[in-house]
């Protein structure tokens, strides 16, 4: 990138560039704004925000525009203000500012194309409960449900999910009551009453986790700050039975780490135990490395790009921040899928897996 940066945000767009904003450097907060183009391998500068921000949150609406709101703007600050930017005129424009300042919040986009706000810190360092929604015909935010506990640490992303039904799935993170204690608990939000729910609880309470949705529907969380145990467990929610079972543990120890759903089903994982990475995969339910970034950062952004590869940008360690983007790409997988079996209809049903899949062997056979 051209400046080091961390806690930025990092948002694809339609044509698939990535945008990047704000953050901080060695000097402060940063307005800058910068594009990288996956094409030609690039960084170029493009229009800097009206505000310096980091800490904030952004989202591409449905439009292709990209929200950005929230934040802190100097040191102790923070603001409710909003922006969007216009990838056509590579101008930003001042938007309707949130009912409440707040930083290290989450954004979702919700399936209606509005932008749900969530928790954070308020501007004496509260631990927020409210919850707010950006619509983009009228620009402007209306409060909504709140949450049961006040969540905050969230502008990674790392503990909130979309379900394939559109709710929104959060849990864990710093227990507001007892700060050297995390939370276990969970909630979901339906778009459809404006209300969170509790759900069940994580098996291991635990903060600054990495969540992702898997390609069954379920949710993988892994990782955390989760005193007395091993920060490399990891969980699966089941959204259908409001269930958390224990999974195989990671590789490593991390916290504060990305969590990026592949296209093909498997979930990476970035940072900050060395400069390694792993994956998991739910078809054998394991962990396993792949491979290690050029170094090691947190407060880092990951996007998952068109093509399948995973751009890692910025980010800091031990107060060294970075301008190191990496890319990565999955390693290619062969093989072949079978839809449809034709069998005599006088044979026995075929088995099933767990899964409820045809359970069958496939043997190919190849000419010399």
């Not at 560039?17 to 690039?42: K, N």
């Not at 923070?78 to 990838?87: A, F, L, V």
């Not at 004496?124 to 929604?133: D, K």
């Amino acid at each position: 990138m051209n400046s080091p940066r961390a806690d930025h945000t990092a948002t694809i767009l339609e044509d698939g560039r990535v945008l990047v904003a704000g953050g901080f450097d060695a000097q402060g907060f940063l307005s800058s704004a910068e594009i990288y183009d996956t094409h030609l391998g690039s960084w170029n500068l493009t229009a800097s925000m009206a505000s310096p921000r980091a800490y904030h949150a952004a989202a591409r609406l449905s439009d292709g525009r990209v929200l950005v709101a929230g934040g802190a703007n100097n040191i102790g600050g923070k603001t409710s203000s909003s922006e969007i930017y216009n990838p056509s005129s590579t101008l930003w424009t001042l938007t309707g500012s949130m009912n409440v300042a707040r930083t290290s919040f989450a954004f979702v986009e919700l399936d209606d194309g509005s932008v749900l706000a969530v928790g954070g810190f308020d501007i004496q360092g509260r631990f927020l409960t409210s919850c707010e929604i950006y619509d983009p015909t009228t620009g402007s935010w209306t409060l909504t449900g709140s949450l049961h506990t006040g969540r905050a640490a969230l502008n990674i992303g790392s503990q909130i999910v979309k379900l394939t039904d559109g709710r929104i799935l959060i849990e864990g993170g710093i227990n507001p009551s007892n700060l050297v204690s995390d939370l276990a608990s969970a909630e979901i939000y339906d778009p459809q009453t404006g209300i969170w729910s509790l759900t069940g609880s994580m098996n291991i309470p635990r903060a600054d986790q990495s969540a992702a949705l898997l390609q069954s529907g379920k949710v993988i969380v892994a990782g955390g700050d989760s005193p007395p145990r091993s920060p490399s467990t990891s969980e699966i929610f089941d959204p259908s039975t409001g269930r958390w079972t224990m999974a195989t543990p990671m590789t490593e120890f991390r916290s504060a780490d990305t969590a990026t759903a592949l296209l093909d089903g498997r979930v990476l994982v970035v940072g900050p135990a060395g400069s390694s990475t792993e994956v998991y995969d739910e078809g054998t339910g394991t962990w396993a490395s792949s491979g290690s970034r050029s170094i090691a950062t947190e407060e880092h952004t990951t996007t998952l790009l068109q093509d399948g590869r995973v751009l890692v940008a910025g980010g800091g360690f031990n107060g060294v921040l970075y301008s190191q983007a990496d890319l990565f790409t999955p390693e290619t997988r062969s093989g072949i899928q079978v839809n449809t079996f034709f069998t005599d209809p006088s044979l026995n049903p075929l088995p099933s897996d767990s899964k409820g899949n045809p359970a069958v062997k496939v043997t190919l056979l190849a000419e010399l």
